[in-house]
């Protein structure tokens, strides 16, 4: 058992150019190194929706997924070859039901909402990786789920939420990286930080009734509902919350945070 006590994480992951803002990245660099080094990383990311609960390939060196299109050529050459993670995928398998046995699906790498941050805060690809998929946007079950995998994190395991605080692809007309965000954006962001450090669950939980810009800001809600994985493997849902990014790109809110 790991003597310290590792946060949940949640981030804004961004698309692959991401990797090209200097600030973002210097961000996450940064916050890396404030956190204590992980024997091992579980992500949740909003792109991976599947149920029962899947986990990706621990192969050492499994490929990676290039799931996004349109981007320059050299996004989908980039490579992070991590660890074997064969002990952490049986670890996970572990903590779920008896009437749920976890599914490895053996050739899945990682998708862009995994290894684009850990590329950034992670670099040397020395850390062994899984990916959970999410089975489902019920808050109520995926905190119930996150509660499933909080003892890993005195087994010295980091687990992170991967989604994106607000994500309007569709209400986007401007789309350089410092853009003004609009004010559905803006709105959803304030309030989302304000209920994170009130320890308002209900709020959260109850978000599609009580959030402001919500139609706008998530008009799918598979980026912010890996918040609510963060939230349960926290030492309590309503834990106290480090913002470590805020701060806008495109005009989505990046906001990232760690919860004790």
Not at 112 to 122: R, S, T
Not at 159 to 170: Q, R
Not at 209 to 223: F, I, K, M, R
Request: charged share 20%; hydrophobic share 45%.
């Amino acid at each position: 058992m790991s003597s310290i006590k590792f946060p949940s994480l949640y981030l804004s992951h961004g698309a692959p150019m991401l990797l090209d803002d200097a600030l973002w990245v210097s961000q996450l660099e940064n916050w890396a190194k404030d956190l204590p080094t992980p024997k091992g990383i579980l992500i949740v990311s909003a792109h991976w929706e599947s149920a029962p609960v899947s986990i990706s390939a621990t192969a050492a060196n499994t490929p990676l997924i290039y799931d996004f299109g349109g981007f320059a050529q050299k996004f989908y050459e980039m490579t992070y070859n991590t660890p074997d993670a064969s002990w952490l995928g049986d670890m996970v398998a572990k903590l779920m039901p008896d009437n749920e046995p976890v599914h490895e699906h053996k050739t899945r790498g990682l998708d862009h909402g995994a290894w684009v941050p850990l590329k950034v805060m992670y670099p040397d690809a020395d850390v062994p990786v899984v990916q959970m998929s999410m089975p489902t946007h019920d808050p109520v079950r995926l905190i119930e789920l996150g509660r499933r995998l909080k003892p890993l994190r005195d087994e010295g395991i980091l687990i992170i939420g991967s989604g994106f605080m607000t994500h309007g692809l569709p209400y986007l007309r401007d789309w350089s990286p410092t853009a003004a965000a609009p004010g559905w954006s803006k709105d959803f962001d304030l309030w989302a930080a304000e209920a994170l450090s009130a320890g308002d669950v209900d709020s959260l939980v109850n978000y599609r009734q009580v959030a402001p810009g919500l139609p706008y800001a998530h008009p799918t809600v598979e980026h912010f509902t890996p918040l609510f994985i963060t939230m349960g493997a926290a030492s309590a849902a309503d834990a106290p919350v480090k913002t470590a990014i805020d701060g806008y790109f495109m005009g989505l809110a990046k906001r990232s945070i760690e919860v004790a």
